[in-house]
């Protein structure tokens, strides 16, 4: 049986508490944090983590983030072997920053997929902060959908996904941001992101300037074996088929409209995820905004709501225009192209 807790408004302690003990014991809590929904197992029971494999369909090769409450959860955990780390964290947790690096023997391997490092993060989010710390261990979590659908970032999406298969599901709302954390590394001496996120790169330059992309993080680049080994699996994906239609706003409206008009002589039911700026050149019952083109933080946190809407609606095709936006679409744009699958068409 799964247990709903309604924490939207307010959070009530003696629920909270019967979760935090539920996980602590072994049990699965799924649970907001400002990215996406997280679920959650004790980091230090490998039983518990089995769990999460089984109840996400998940790869046994993909390994999952710590999330911790204070820095004391940090060293416990992983070894700090570079200063720079607290340079990180001074300025950026809690927040949307996974940190990778040498893993303590507490962690079983399960939660690194037998890697010698571990990925951590304390994230941004009251009931996220306040489950860890009541649990006083600390928390395995992968996002909370089932392998490869797109994550969860409202707790319905939860429920669709994994109602039965886990013990607790605590609703927070919409998650604030809704793209999942910055990856970095400094496990080794070279710092790099291992895949892009809420934190945007310049800020991440700010703080330390050596870093870079690693090359498997960028997009368009798909190697059998990037450093963060989530980010080679088909992600995100929506029921239909999704093709993004990329260039300039007549460009891309053009070719998606002759796309669409082939689509429909065969049968199909097309969708169309557009811009407000660009709506009114599209003509569709399935028709689904994704925010404004000049507002990329409204749209990083409608897009995984919008793919899973037109699962509802029952399309067969999703057409999405795309344009040749800055650097910071560029967590936005990965997530996109992975859902899919990169099949990307450029209109030049
Ligand atoms: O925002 C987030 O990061 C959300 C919330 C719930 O915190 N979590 C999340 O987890 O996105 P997940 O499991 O969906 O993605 C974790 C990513 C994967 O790409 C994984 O390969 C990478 O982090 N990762 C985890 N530990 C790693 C490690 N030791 N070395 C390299 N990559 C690692
Ligand atoms: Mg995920």
Redesign the pocket.
Known sequence: MTMIIDAKERIDYDELSKAAQILREGGLVAFP?E????LGANALLKEAVDRIFVAKGRPQD????V?ISSIDMLEMCAEVTDKRVYDLIKRLWPG?L?I?LPKKKCIPDNV?AG?S???I?M?NNKIALELIRLSGVPIA????NVSGRP?PTEAQHVIDDLFGKVDVIIDGGRCSFGL??T?V?LSTSKPCI??P??VPFSVLKEIIDEIEYDPSALNGNISSSP?????KYRHYAPDAKLIVVKGKAHKRIDKINEIKKNLEAKGYRVGILCFYETALNFESQYKLILGSMFDCEECSRNLFSVLRKFNQLGVDYILCEWGEFGIEYLALENRLFKASANNVIEVL
Do not use: W
Request: charged share 15%; no cysteine; hydrophobic share 35%.
């Open positions: 944090t990215t996406v929904y997280g993909n390994p999952l983030i999330h949307p996974t990778v690194t890697l490092t571990v990925g993060r994230p979590a992968p996002s909370a994550s999942e954390s990856v590394d291992l895949r996120g809420a450093k963060a080994p989530g980010m």
